[in-house]
């Protein structure tokens, strides 16, 4: 399986164990039903691995913790056991997952029946853990996203420091003029704490949409359009900023 990138370290040695789990799962199918059988597991989960991981790189311990319930399906004494004889493997006590306790009943008459049943009641498995996984994910995600809702239902996300060297390049670009106004501005970083404030032609960063720290959505404003904006777009507080949107302008 390609390589994937992690927020944590942690999330990503558990995926890996996730995926010795699915491999473990071959190696049962292989020992179990012969050679030809291996890759039941693995091959029908690989794309659903693939797409669904993508979203679940968080650092959520409650994800973790969903993924960890449905590791080691096997320990491997019963492996040890299992190439002895795969009789003995169904019946071994060192079966410890309880996916597995439906197939000790099995059989080994009808293999491909067999196979269907065991590779279906893992992927229904697994697909369970993944939307409970999911569901986890994008609830935590709202969360952070959605701190607080503006009006008419616009979310507000919470406001970063703007690292000095990026307020530089804003004011550089609009050319040390507020874009509502036009007047020209003296760049906050000139004046002291205490005279900034008290300055209306101070210069200030402004968020077009409230709370997005992307480089587009920064602006040029002077002390005074940017309390008169508020907390609001420049639709909702009736101010139209001389270049219109700034994505396709800022280099």
């Known amino acids: 399986m390609a390589q994937e990138k992690f927020y944590s370290q942690e999330l990503r040695l558990t995926y890996e164990k996730f995926e010795e789990t699915i491999r473990k799962w071959d190696d049962f199918i292989s020992i179990m039903f012969g050679a030809p059988f291996a890759g039941h597991i693995s091959r029908p989960l690989s794309e659903l691995t693939q797409y669904l991981w993508k979203s679940l790189q968080t650092e959520s311990s409650k994800i ?10 096997l320990q491997i004494e019963a492996y040890k056991e299992a190439y002895a ?15 597995i306790e439906p197939y000790k009943a099995l059989k080994l008459i009808d293999k491909p029946a067999q196979l269907d049943l065991i590779k279906q009641g893992f992927l229904e498995e697994a697909s369970k853990v993944y939307e409970q996984a999911l569901a986890l994910e994008r609830k935590e995600r709202e969360k952070e996203k959605k701190l607080k809702i503006g009006k008419g239902g616009r979310p507000i996300t919470q406001k970063k420091d703007i690292a000095q060297g990026v307020r530089r390049r804003i004011y550089k670009h609009d050319n040390y003029e507020c874009v509502y106004c036009g007047v020209t501005i003296i760049p906050d970083y000139e004046l002291s704490a205490s005279e900034s404030p008290n300055r209306q032609n101070a210069g200030s960063i402004d968020h077009m949409v409230p709370g997005n720290n992307d480089f587009e959505n920064l602006v040029t404003a002077c002390q005074s359009c940017n309390s008169a ?7 909702e507080a009736g101010l139209v900023p001389k270049y219109g949107r700034f994505s396709s302008q800022k280099k």
Do not use: C, G, Q
């Open 64 to 73: 973790k913790v969903l993924f960890e319930e449905f590791l080691a399906p």
């Open 85 to 99: 004889s795969p009789e003995k493997l169904l019946k071994s006590d060192l079966f410890v997952h309880e996916a």
């Open 229 to 235: 904006k508020s907390n609001r777009t420049p639709e």
